[in-house]
């Protein structure tokens, strides 16, 4: 009596995740809207502490910061590093010290009436990035997000090499066309600096400094993972904490120079667009068979419209 389960109700939408929630929402009871990614495991008091921040004056959604969790390959050990020490530490500091918006699209809850007045899921069926178009018309429209106090799980078993540099580069050429200060990245890597430097000019001091940067690297990836979900990495994959670093900025680079981007299996391609007026002017999903231009600078393929499997969504 506690759980219902709904297959999708047609394509109304490029963004299979938003078609998904379009027809949940039809079935959806309550003025509070909870929903989660299917690889995210949340905690016992997941909704107690959803509740608790929407209470809040003027807090209309209350998201989690997400810690990789059960790396089981080199892929997914790298892409639960990744979100360990460069994601979920950008949000934590972007609340805490920026005062920022803070919408992570992988858990959220959010007032239905305030979803209602936003548009809806109609209003982000058609972007790719449709966590971060809520949340700019969240602050537009005056309203405060906060994130819960325990982060949920991001679970990554398996993952290949391939997965980490495809979501990695579409997430960081995500950023670079809708955040401020995505080029400034990089500064977070201070081995590679230290590694650079020691490569243009050798020396005992630059070698030095390379290395106590390397173990710096894994003291801080580990303290980070162990602050988010509760324990480190194991000791067979401590030797990927500083290499992570490196994966991490050819990926960013990629993200940063790419045009294009795949994402559950579809092709997406990257334009500028001042508006979303070119939104209103389209056909049905399948009878499209350009591309279509979006808010923030973000296209669909019209491939994205079919169905996926992709446990990332």
């Not at 949940?24 to 809207?33: C, D, F, P, R, T």
């Not at 921040?53 to 997914?76: H, K, M, Q, T, Y």
Request: charged share 20%; net charge neutral.
């Amino acid at each position: 009596d506690r759980a219902e389960l709904h297959l999708q109700d047609g394509v109304p939408g490029f963004n299979p995740k938003v078609n998904q929630l379009l027809t949940l929402m039809k079935h959806a009871g309550g003025e509070v809207i909870a929903i989660t990614d299917s690889n995210v495991r949340v905690h016992p008091g997941f909704l107690r502490e959803h509740a608790a921040r929407l209470a809040e004056p003027g807090v209309a959604l209350s998201s989690n910061l997400f810690a990789g969790a059960d790396e089981g390959s080199i892929g997914s050990a790298l892409d639960n590093l990744s979100i360990n020490v460069f994601c979920a530490p950008s949000s934590a500091t972007a609340e805490a010290w920026l005062k920022m918006t803070q919408l992570v699209g992988k858990s959220f809850a959010v007032k239905r009436e305030i979803l209602i007045g936003l548009g809806g899921w109609e209003a982000v069926k058609d972007l790719l990035a449709e966590d971060q178009r809520f949340g700019v018309l969240l602050r537009q429209a005056g309203h405060r997000t906060r994130l819960a106090p325990t982060p949920v799980e991001n679970v990554q078993t398996t993952a290949g090499f391939v997965h980490f540099w495809q979501r990695h580069a579409r997430w960081s050429m995500l950023r670079f066309h809708l955040l401020p200060g995505a080029w400034a990245e990089p500064l977070q890597l201070p081995l590679v600096w230290a590694v650079a430097a020691a490569i243009v000019d050798p020396s005992p001091l630059t070698g030095w400094f390379a290395a106590a940067s390397a173990v710096a690297t894994v003291i801080y990836g580990q303290a980070a993972t162990w602050l988010l979900r509760g324990r480190p990495f194991a000791l067979r994959w401590t030797w990927l904490i500083p290499l992570r670093d490196f994966a991490f900025l050819a990926a960013w680079v990629r993200g940063m120079t790419a045009r294009t981007v795949t994402w559950r299996g579809n092709r997406l391609e990257v334009v500028v667009s001042p508006s979303i007026a070119a939104l209103i002017d389209r056909g049905p999903p399948a009878a499209l068979t350009g591309t279509l231009v979006a808010f923030g600078g973000v296209d669909f393929d019209a491939r994205a419209a079919e169905a996926s499997t992709d446990s990332d969504g």
